[in-house]
Nanobody, 122 residues
Framework: QAQFVESGGGLVQPGGSLRLSCAASERYAVGWFRQAPGKEREFVAAINWSGLSMYYADSVKGRFTIARDNDRDTVYTVYLQMDKLKPEDTAVYYC????????????????WGQGTRVTVSS
């Protein structure tokens, strides 16, 4: 059973930054998704297993950066550095494995973690 644990959310002013972390139990290709109040979950960014290929939603290009740390033996961590945050980035952020056979914006597992809440407000 795949496990993903998200952390790093919080309250930040517009224009500010946050770094989210996703701890994965396996060395998957990983994507970040978000769900704003009253809206459907949407894709944000993804990175392949090696960390050499990344893909971003148009809404976050140039502001968010995804990266990963594969050096640990038992936990593989994927980061989402979020800069120049906007109020419309407010959402609960989740991570999941990506099924690259179905495309960068797909997710692999139907079960999701608890996510981490990001609120961008002055």
């Amino acid at each position: 059973q795949a496990q993903f644990v998200e952390s790093g959310g919080g309250l930040v002013q517009p224009g500010g930054s946050l770094r989210l972390s996703c701890a994965a139990s396996e060395r998957y290709a990983v994507g970040w998704f978000r769900q704003a109040p009253g809206k459907e979950r949407e894709f944000v960014a993804a990175i392949n297993w090696s960390g050499l290929s990344m893909y971003y939603a148009d809404s976050v290009k140039g502001r968010f950066t995804i990266a990963r740390d594969n050096d640990r033996d038992t936990v593989y961590t994927v980061y989402l550095q979020m800069d120049k945050l906007k109020p419309e980035d407010t959402a609960v952020y989740y991570c999941n494995a990506i099924d690259l056979n179905r495309g960068w914006e797909s997710f692999r597992f139907d079960s999701w973690g608890q996510g981490t809440r990001v609120t961008v407000s002055s």
